[in-house]
Nanobody, 126 residues
């Protein structure tokens, strides 16, 4: 399975943005979907993850409230909605997949995820 993230761009503080993660070369549905972000000079940071069924979302402590993860297994596509964008949201956003049997206890660390997209840059200006 390959992933491609898209939807980033230059936005203003307070705007909303929806990022898309499209899978190809295999089925998306067996995997937990995750989103990470990496700001310049910083480590890759967990944003959110969602179970295969889409029933449960998990969020990083500082991500609750403005970030919403969703997925459409029929389209092999995942989404990250970001509302009320802030300057500190500027980063490259990555989507990732991992088996549900192994990732749920270790999802916060980027090294535990198996499949990564190339990232999409979100730049928030004042």
């Amino acid at each position: 399975v390959q992933l491609q993230a898209s939807g980033g761009g230059l936005v203003q503080a307070g705007d909303s943005l929806r990022l898309t993660c499209a899978a190809s070369g295999g089925s998306f549905s067996p995997y937990v979907l995750g989103w990470f972000r990496q700001a310049p000079g910083k480590e890759r940071e967990f944003v959110t993850a969602q179970r295969r069924s889409g029933s449960t979302g998990y969020y990083g402590d500082s991500m609750k409230g403005r970030f919403t993860i969703s997925r459409d297994n029929a389209r092999d596509t995942g989404y990250l909605q970001i509302n009320s964008l802030k300057l500190e949201d500027t980063a490259v956003y990555y989507c990732a997949l991992a088996p549900q049997s192994t990732i749920l206890s270790s999802m916060y660390s980027a090294r535990n995820w198996d499949i990564w997209g190339q990232g999409t840059l979100v730049t928030v200006s004042s």
